[in-house]
């Protein structure tokens, strides 16, 4: 019994690092996408493309909530896994 709880554990400490790899490697592309999109703006903004403006705006609001969802959950998994030691 006592075998099998730890590799249990080892399947989901594993998991979870295998996670939070993917978590980072996602803000780090939503990060990227965010500078891409900053430069978009300048563009639009400086052409006076008011439509294209709103449309980047929004973008980058959605982006930015997927970057916090994903950094809470970073945060999360980092203490699971500090907890698992």
Known sequence: QQHQDR??????TRQMRRRLGQVEHDIHKFEQTLKNLDAQLLGAS?????????QIGIEHGETQ????????????????LD???
């Open 7 to 12: 590799r249990r554990q080892t399947n989901e």
């Open 46 to 54: 400086e052409a006076g493309n008011l439509d294209l403006i709103t």
């Open 65 to 80: 909530h997927k970057i916090t969802a994903l950094m809470q959950e970073w945060e999360q998994l980092s203490l699971a």
């Open 83 to 85: 907890e698992e030691g």
